[in-house]
């Protein structure tokens, strides 16, 4: 309820911010998989794989020289290591990101629409091994990077766009060495489990703690009102010490489009 209740005013102030400039509004909603493959020493060398439940919910403010768009999305399943059954983790993961991109306007190129800009992330990565519940791990990140995002217009009724994001500066909070462990129990009991979760903040930035995010979105217009599309997602990340992890993130979904 307060996660609506803060997207709600973020999606107000946008408004406000564009005014009467405002072209189209819309909100999108999709549905796909995601495969991972990410390794992460707090629990072993081996790396984990495996397909996730993806959910994602986009809402844009576009004018003629600007574009405002918030994204929200949610994966949740279980990832494996191949050849055992053994290392089993629940992984949950979610993201909200802002981002404010401006139109390139010395850009000639006919049907082709240049936007580049830069975005606020918050996401966040937390992992429950199934042989001991005191062991799980996250990571949460709080960061600011570039944002560019690429529209060609193949005909009346087809489009294409590719949008990247790279983090370059932020905040990275993780899990103790081993996970869980009594230390973080402690300040639990004390403090709330929020408490915990931001226990160790570390300063993040491009040469430890890396994300870059790219997307490509075919998009066909149904109705003046109605879009549908489908896109491919490729996230690479790479964290270092204390706790190296590094993997991808291959995600494929459809999804709907109203504009209003």
């Not at 005014?19 to 390794?39: A, C, D, P």
């Amino acid at each position: 309820m307060k996660i609506n209740c803060f997207i709600i005013i973020i999606l107000f102030f946008l408004s406000e911010m564009l005014g009467q400039e405002i072209s189209m509004k819309s909100i999108s909603f999709s549905y796909g998989q995601t495969y991972n493959v990410k390794l992460d020493r707090t629990y072993s060398r081996l790396s984990k794989n495996g397909f996730n439940h993806f959910f994602n919910t986009e809402y844009k403010v576009l004018n003629r020289s600007k574009s405002i768009n918030i994204q929200s999305n949610f994966m949740i399943g279980t990832l494996k290591t191949k050849g055992n059954n053994i290392n089993l983790i629940d992984n949950y993961a979610g993201n909200l990101r802002l981002k404010y991109l401006k139109k390139i306007g010395k850009i000639n190129v006919e049907n082709l629409s240049i936007y580049v800009g830069g975005n606020i992330n918050f996401s966040g990565d937390v992992w429950f091994p199934h042989n001991s519940k005191l062991r799980y791990a996250w990571d949460i990140y709080l960061g600011i990077g570039l944002a560019i995002s690429i529209c060609h217009k193949i005909n009346s009724k087809l489009f294409f766009q590719y949008d990247l994001d790279i983090f370059l500066l932020g905040v990275l909070w993780r899990s103790h060495n081993n996970g869980q462990q009594l230390i973080t129990e402690k300040i639990q009991l004390e403090k709330g489990l929020f408490a915990s979760v931001f226990e160790i903040p570390r300063f993040s930035y491009i040469v430890n703690t890396l994300y870059v995010n790219n997307s490509f979105k075919l998009l066909y217009i149904v109705s003046n009102k109605v879009d549908i599309y489908y896109k491919f997602t490729l996230l690479y990340e790479y964290i270092k010490q204390p706790l190296v992890k590094k993997g991808y993130e291959f995600s494929n979904s459809i999804g709907v489009t109203y504009k209003f």
